[in-house]
Each structure stands twice: as C-alpha cells, then as structure tokens.
Antibody, heavy 120, light 114 residues
Framework: QVQLQQSGQGLVKPSQTLSLTCAIS??????????WNWIRQSPSRGIEWLGR?????????DYAISVKSRITINPDTSKNQFSLQLNSVTPEDTAVYYC??????????WGQGTLVTVSS | DIVMTQSPDSLAVSLGERATINCKSS????????????LGWYQQKAGQPPKLLIY???TRESGVPDRFSGSGSGTDFTLTISSLQAEDVAVYYC??????????FGPGTKVDIK
C-alpha cells in the first residue's frame, strides 16, 4: 500500500519561499512509469496541478506554466521523498497543497494535504 | 489548454436513487498512447484529499463499489451513481490527463441527499 506523508510549514510570509516535503512508503521515487506530483486546491482556483518529477533512465521535471518561473520539485533518492519549493509567494498561493502519485491512468495516491497560508 | 466543465454544479438525490454528473472537455481527450479516453473521476469528502474512482473514463479503481460507473468518449463524459448511499455525499471532479504535462480538473459537482 502506497502512503505519502507530507511535512512543511503552514504559514509563509509574502515574497518568501514555500517549502514542503513528501515522504514515500510502499513505492520508490525512482520507479519507472510513475510520476510524483504536487497539486494544490483553493476556493478561488479549484484543483490546480503544479508540477511533477519522474525517472525514466534520467530525471525529468515538468511544471505548470502558471508557476514555472517560481517552482522547483526535487527528488531525494536517499530518503525516498520529493520536495516542493515555490518562490516569491503571494496571498494567491494560499491553498491546500497535496503530494500525489501519478501513473498513465490518473492520480491514484494522495497525501493528506497541507494548508499553506501566505500572510504577514 | 483543455478546459473541463461540469454540470450540474450541485444536485440532491434521494437515497437509493440514481445520480448523474456530466463532464465536458474543450478538446477530445481520446489521445492517450493506448487509444483510450484520458479521463478520470474523483470523489472528495469534506476534509479529505480527492480519491480516484474511475480512470480511462470507465475503468473502476480497485475497491470502488460497482454502483459507480463512468461512460462517454471524446469530449462528453458521465459519472453515474446507480443507487445513492449516505456515504456518497461528496464533491465529484473530472480530470483530463490527455495532454501531459498539463493536467486539468473540472470545477466539481456537489452531491447531497434529498
């Protein structure tokens, strides 16, 4: 059974960096055919895919255009986890953030969610 | 970008009755490498993350009750709950994954008990 355990700050000041980590159990961050995603949800923006990292002979990353200039997703094979960094946050980045496993057939395992509030 | 719309925004159905939710995509999602519709349905209960119910538009995820079924092709899709149970109260979302790395969700349909 795959489990995703999220950790990280729940309150971030405007212009600072949001950082979250997702620890994986029951699978490997290096598994071929699987991507490790960050998705957020807010009343104003709905459910929004932010980006992913995956391994297919080498590491790849894809990011949503809306955050591409501010986002970094990194795998950590030594700890079997992956992370999200979102720079220069504004109140519009306030949302529940989820780490999610994805395969060709949609998003099948979700973390518990972390409410991140951007406020001074 | 592929835009997903859903109808209705909300519905209330009596216990044991059928609930039907519609989802439309702005472009065909019949484009995955296996010639299937790249469309998923999710259920989100209050305070929980979304849960995958259906993928490839009509394939039930393991453990999902058979009262949930998906149908449709191309741009028009339907999620049907054949006999609504109290535990089915939730918001339901459709999502396309036909144009990676861009994945988009619908706005959601809230299902309540009448």
């Amino acid at each position: 059974q795959v489990q995703l355990q999220q950790s990280g700050q729940g309150l971030v000041k405007p212009s600072q960096t949001l950082s979250l980590t997702c620890a994986i159990s029951g699978d490997s961050v290096s598994t071929s055919g699987v991507a490790w995603n960050w998705i957020r949800q807010s009343p104003s923006r709905g459910i929004e895919w932010l980006g992913r990292t995956y391994y297919e002979s080498q590491w790849y990353n894809d990011y949503a255009i809306s955050v591409k200039s501010r986002i970094t997703i990194n795998p950590d094979t030594s700890k079997n986890q992956f992370s999200l960094q979102l720079n220069s946050v504004t109140p519009e980045d306030t949302a529940v953030y989820y780490c999610v496993r994805g395969k060709m057939s949609a998003f099948d395992y979700w973390g518990q969610g972390t409410l991140v509030t951007v406020s001074s | 970008d592929i835009v997903m719309t859903q109808s209705p925004d909300s519905l209330a159905v009596s216990l044991g009755e059928r609930a039907t939710i519609n989802c439309k995509s702005s472009q065909s999602v019949l484009s995955c490498s296996n010639n299937k519709n790249c469309l998923g349905w999710y259920q989100q209960k209050a305070g929980q993350p979304p849960k995958l119910l259906i993928y490839w538009a009509s394939t039930r995820e393991s453990g999902v009750p058979d009262r949930f079924s998906g149908s449709g092709s191309g741009t028009d899709f339907t999620l049907t709950i054949s006999s609504l149970q109290a535990e089915d109260v939730a918001v339901y979302y459709c999502q396309q994954y036909s144009s990676p790395p861009l994945f988009t969700f619908g706005p959601g349909t809230k299902v309540d008990i009448k």
